[in-house]
C-alpha cells in the first residue's frame, strides 16, 4: 500500500474516529461547562440552564427609542444562558448575552440581534424573539451602558467597539460558544436590526462581510455623522433663540394631515397614506394663518393654522440640511407625512428634533469630535467641521457602496424602510441603495444579494397609518435557505390588536397599486407594479402640487 494511499486512509477515518472518541464533539458541552471555556480576550461570567418560564432581564431594558423602560417579565421557553465580557482591547469591555435553546427545541441556527439608539444595553426582547423562534441568539451592549454619550469621552477605543466591532466580535464569541454547546457550528447566521440596529446591519454586511449568511437592516441609521449634522441642523431649524420649540405637538399633527389631505390621492387610491412622499410638494404656506381682514399686523396663532415662523421651521424640515455657502445638500430633509401622525413622541418630530433641549446627539461633538463639553452648537461650520467628522470618526457610520465581499461569499441583505419615518430620513435609505447599485453594476446585479423594500405610511421601524408589520426573517430564511429570492412581503396594520388592512410591500423601486376590485385592505387585491420615479402624478385630484 503506497503511503499516499495510507494517508488518505487515515484521513478518511480520521471524522469517524473523532465522533466514536469524542462523543462531546457530538452532543455538545453542558451549559455549566461552558463558563470554563476560554476564547481569547473574552470572560465567560457564567453559564446557567434555565427552565421554561418566567425571566426578568437585569437593568432597566431600553427600547427601540432609547427611552428606558420599568421591568418586564418575559416567559421563556428553556435555553442556556451564557454572560460574557469581550476586551479586543485594554480599553474594551464589551458585555454580551449568548442564548442557547436545547438540542431538541434548536433550530441549527443563530442569529444575532441588533440595538436601538446610541443605547449601551443588551436587547433582550429580541433576543426573546429569536429563542421562541427556535434559534440561538446573541446580543451586545455595545461595549457600554445607557444612552448617554459621555462613555466616549477619552476612550477612543470605546467609540470604535460603539462603531462596529463589539457586534463582531459579539457574533464570533457567539458561534464558538454555540458551537461548543452544540458540538457543531450553526448552520445558518443571521443578523436582525432595526434603527441603530439597521446602522450594525449594514456596517456588518460592509465590514465583516464573513460574519453573517443573512441580513435585515431596518430603517438604517447608516450614515450616522451626516444624520448627526441633521438633527443639529433641524433642531436650530424648530427652535427660537430662546431654544424654546417653534413647532407644538398639535402643529406636528396639523402638517401630518396638510400633506395627507394633499398627496393621498397621487397614487390613484384614496387610503389616508402618502405612497411616496417624493411626489408630494405641498407647501406649509398652505397652513399659513390669515391676518384678521379689520386690522393690519401679525396674524395670530391658532389652532388650525401656522404662524410665519412655523411654516419656516417646517420648510426647512422637509429641504434637509444644507451646506449655506454652496447649497449642497449635507442630510436629507424628514418625508411629509412624517411630522406627526401618533399620540407617542417617536411617532412625530418630537422624540428627535422638537421635544430635546439642545440638538439630538450634541454629546457627538462636545464628547467625541471636539472633546470640549463646553461646545457652542451655534458655533457650527457646515463645511469644515463635517469634513472634519468624517476624516475622525470614519468609523461610525456604515456608508460603503462596494459590497463585493459579500456578495461574493453568497450573502443575502433584506432592507426595508417606512416612508413616514420621523426619526431615519427614508430618503436617505434610498439614496444609499441607489448608490449601492450604481456601484454593483445596476439593479439586477444588486437585486441577487441585496433587495428593498418600502412601506408606506410606515414609522420609525414600526407604527404608523400604514401596514407595518410584516415577517422580514421568514423572507430572509427563505432567500438564504432555499434560494427563493423575496419578490414582496404582506404588511399588515393593526387597531388594537386587531389586523384591519394588509398590503404587499413591493420590491424596490416597485410599488403596490390596486387592481380595482375587492376591497382596498386585502393585500391581494393590489399587484407590484414599475412605476418610473419621476412619473407625474394626477393632477385632478391635488390640489397641493407644486
Ligand atoms: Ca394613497
Redesign the pocket.
Known amino acids: 500500500m503506497s503511503r499516499r494511499l495510507a494517508a488518505a486512509l487515515v484521513v478518511a477515518l480520521i471524522p469517524v474516529l473523532a465522533q466514536v472518541v469524542t462523543p462531546a464533539a457530538s452532543t455538545g458541552t453542558s451549559c455549566a461547562n461552558l463558563a470554563a471555556l476560554t476564547i481569547p480576550n473574552v470572560t465567560i461570567k457564567s453559564a446557567t440552564a434555565l427552565p421554561a418560564g418566567p425571566f426578568t432581564p437585569p437593568g432597566a431594558p431600553i427600547a427601540g427609542d432609547g427611552q428606558a423602560r420599568g421591568p418586564v417579565v418575559m416567559t421563556l421557553p428553556a435555553f442556556c444562558r451564557v454572560e460574557g465580557t469581550a476586551r479586543p482591547t485594554s480599553d474594551s469591555d464589551i458585555k454580551f448575552e449568548v442564548w442557547i435553546p436545547p438540542a431538541d427545541a434548536w433550530n441549527g441556527k443563530f442569529e444575532g440581534v441588533g440595538n436601538g439608539g446610541y443605547q449601551g444595553s443588551i436587547s433582550y426582547t429580541a433576543m426573546a424573539t429569536a429563542l421562541r423562534r427556535g434559534y440561538a441568539t446573541a446580543s451586545t451592549d455595545t461595549g457600554h451602558t445607557g444612552d448617554d454619550m459621555k462613555f466616549g469621552q477619552g476612550h477612543p477605543e470605546k467609540l470604535i467597539d460603539y462603531g462596529h466591532r463589539a457586534v463582531h466580535v459579539m457574533t464570533e464569541s457567539a458561534k464558538l460558544i454555540i458551537r461548543n454547546a452544540a458540538g457543531r457550528f450553526a448552520e445558518r447566521s443571521y443578523f436582525v436590526g432595526c434603527s441603530a440596529g439597521g446602522q450594525q446591519a449594514l456596517s456588518e454586511a460592509q465590514r465583516y462581510p464573513e460574519d453573517y449568511d443573512g441580513i435585515v437592516a431596518g430603517d438604517p441609521a447608516s450614515n450616522r455623522i451626516r444624520q448627526t449634522f441633521g438633527f443639529l441642523s433641524s433642531w436650530i431649524a424648530t427652535h427660537g433663540a430662546d431654544g424654546k420649540p417653534i413647532l407644538t405637538a398639535a402643529k406636528l399633527a396639523l402638517l401630518t394631515k396638510a400633506a395627507v389631505d394633499a ?13 411616496d412622499p417624493r411626489k408630494c410638494h405641498v407647501d406649509p404656506a398652505k397652513l399659513l394663518c390669515k391676518s384678521p381682514s379689520t386690522g393690519a399686523g401679525q396674524a395670530a396663532d391658532e389652532p388650525t393654522c401656522l404662524t410665519q415662523p412655523q411654516v419656516d421651521a417646517a420648510r426647512k424640515m422637509y429641504e434637509g440640511a444644507k451646506n449655506p455657502r454652496t447649497g449642497e445638500l449635507i442630510y436629507t430633509g424628514w418625508p411629509r407625512g412624517s411630522e406627526g401622525f401618533g399620540e407617542a413622541a417617536g411617532q412625530s418630530w418630537r422624540q428627535y428634533v422638537v421635544d430635546p433641549p439642545e440638538p439630538m446627539r450634541v454629546g457627538f461633538f462636545k464628547y467625541w469630535l471636539f472633546h470640549d463639553p463646553n461646545w457652542d452648537f451655534r458655533s457650527i461650520d457646515w463645511e469644515r467641521d463635517l469634513a472634519y467628522a468624517e476624516q475622525k470618526l470614519p468609523f461610525m457610520a456604515a456608508v460603503e457602496k462596494d459590497l463585493t465581499p459579500f456578495k461574493k461569499r453568497g450573502g443575502k441583505l433584506l432592507m426595508y424602510t417606512g416612508w413616514a419615518d420621523p426619526v431615519v430620513p427614508p430618503q436617505d435609505t434610498v439614496a444609499y441603495y441607489d448608490g449601492v447599485m450604481r456601484t454593483m453594476g445596476g439593479l439586477e446585479r444588486t437585486r441577487e444579494f441585496y433587495r428593498f423594500f418600502i412601506a ?1 405610511g410606515m414609522g420609525h421601524c414600526a407604527g404608523g397609518p400604514g401596514p407595518n408589520q410584516f415577517d422580514h426573517l421568514t423572507a430572509l430564511e427563505q432567500w438564504v435557505e432555499k434560494g427563493v429570492a423575496p419578490e414582496k412581503m404582506v404588511a399588515s396594520h393593526s387597531t388594537g390588536g386587531t389586523v384591519d388592512r394588509t398590503r404587499p410591500l413591493c420590491l424596490y423601486p416597485q410599488v403596490a397599486r390596486y387592481r380595482g376590485t375587492g376591497s382596498t385592505d386585502e393585500a391581494a387585491n393590489f399587484a407590484c407594479v414599475a412605476e418610473p420615479a419621476a412619473a407625474p402624478a394626477r393632477k385632478t385630484t391635488t390640489g397641493g402640487q407644486r
Open positions: 398627496c393621498d390621492s397621487i397614487d390613484g387610491l384614496k387610503d389616508g397614506i402618502i405612497d408606506p
